[in-house]
């Protein structure tokens, strides 16, 4: 445990975006002992030009226009940074000297603007986590000088909006950092080359809407389906699903029924597993609802396609799946080795087929109990001592 010290954040996610953030998780817990400032990233010239009506984006414009404070007190230990100017776009720039010059320019004026909001805060000695925001955070280090500095990987960063600068810049950023850490096994040691003080610290959940204890309703839409059904609740996207293995799974499996909830992207729109008398579509579905329909399902399912996106990234539905006692199959990869005993980890449709027969059958209150015991582990709380245990001031 580390208590009375003073944290500083340096946020990918802004504070005020409504999905699930790890930085803003983490912030929360390390603030119930220590204090915290947590710094939003700051909009570009070309961003602010936008007319999004996301609470994140208005929040940073109307801070911007004056038209509300820079710092703001979110609990006692905890206060939200917004920068009242905005910086230079660089993700556009040749990688190279010109990225570096501006980049480098971009963070001296945030961190120089932090600087003063320190010393409003009585922040005398800090430690720096910088929030997998390697252009932004770049140069913190090197300005704020915190006493001890911390860069969370939480995500491969291999998107398009990533792939001039990230290759070249992370390496330095870990290399330069007292401490990295991840949220999987995969992503931490992907980087551990660069540094051997790399460690994973797992990944923390609020699980408190995922209560096996609570009678959800049965959603309309699923009533009327036959059972079993096996389901999956999510974004429905090629990049990260299979939607030839589900085809392939559910075409053996005509008995079942398998019920996919959430958005679809145009491939799977177009995907012959809408030709499956068997395969149920609900569309996007607000997130207070999801639990019902997870509860609605005898067997929970994760069909994650392979690829450089998924491939170290901590699933979190496996443990929502997990906590409302259902059995769950999924596809096999190192970060799933951490649910070998709770889950069934399948390559293939063979071994999905065999593993949905199996789950079926095996299902028992006693194996309900195990699952649900296991996803509280994964708590921010859990993963904030982790990574205080690797602290090393």
């Given at each position: ?200 610290i797992g990944q923390g959940l609020d699980l408190s809407q995922y209560d096996y ?163 509280h582990t994964h708590t921010w709380e859990n993963s904030v001592h982790k990574l ?6």
């Open positions: 445990m580390i208590k009375g010290k003073n944290f500083i954040f340096t946020g990918l996610q802004p504070w005020d975006i409504p999905i699930g953030s790890n930085a803003k998780d983490i912030a929360l817990e390390v603030s119930k002992h220590n204090k915290v400032l947590y710094i939003n990233t700051p909009l570009d010239k070309k961003t602010y030009k936008n007319q999004s009506q996301s609470p994140e984006f208005i929040q940073r414009k109307n801070v911007i226009e004056g038209k509300s404070p820079e710092l703001r007190q979110i609990n006692s230990n905890l206060w939200i940074l917004d920068f009242p100017f905005t910086i230079w776009p660089v993700n556009f720039l040749p990688d190279g000297p010109v990225f570096d010059w501006v980049n480098k320019r971009n963070n001296k004026r945030m961190y120089s603007f932090v600087k003063k909001i320190l010393k409003q805060l009585h922040f005398n000695e800090y430690i720096l986590f910088m929030d997998n925001d390697i252009y932004r955070s770049f140069y913190a280090r090197e300005i704020l000088e915190p006493a001890y500095s911390i860069y969370y990987r939480r995500d491969n960063l291999i998107s398009a909006y990533w792939q001039k600068h990230a290759p070249r810049l992370e390496p330095l950023l870990c290399r330069k950092s007292d401490l990295v850490v991840a949220n999987s096994i995969q992503l931490a040691e992907a980087v551990l080359p660069y540094n051997p003080k790399t460690f994973d204890k609570t009678n959800y309703p049965l959603p309309q839409d699923i009533s009327e389906i036959k059972r079993p059904i096996i389901g999956y609740v999510g974004w429905i996207t090629n990049r990260r699903l299979d939607a030839d293995l589900i085809y392939q799974v559910a075409r053996r499996c005509p008995n079942l029924s398998f019920a996919m909830v959430g958005g679809e992207d145009e491939y799977f729109k177009a995907h012959k597993l809408h030709t499956l008398c068997n395969v149920f579509f609900t569309g996007e579905k607000p997130q207070s609802s999801i639990p019902a329909y997870v509860t609605s399902f005898d067997v929970c399912m994760n069909p994650q396609k392979i690829n450089k996106i998924t491939i170290g990234n901590y699933p979190r539905k496996i443990d929502e799946y997990l906590a409302l006692g259902k059995p769950v199959i999924a596809t096999r990869t190192k970060t799933m080795s951490i649910f070998e005993d709770y889950v069934w980890n399948c390559t293939n449709a063979d071994e999905y087929v065999a593993a949905i027969e199996e789950a079926l059958q095996a299902h028992s209150a006693e194996q309900s109990l195990r699952r649900i015991e296991f996803a205080y245990s690797h602290i090393n001031l």
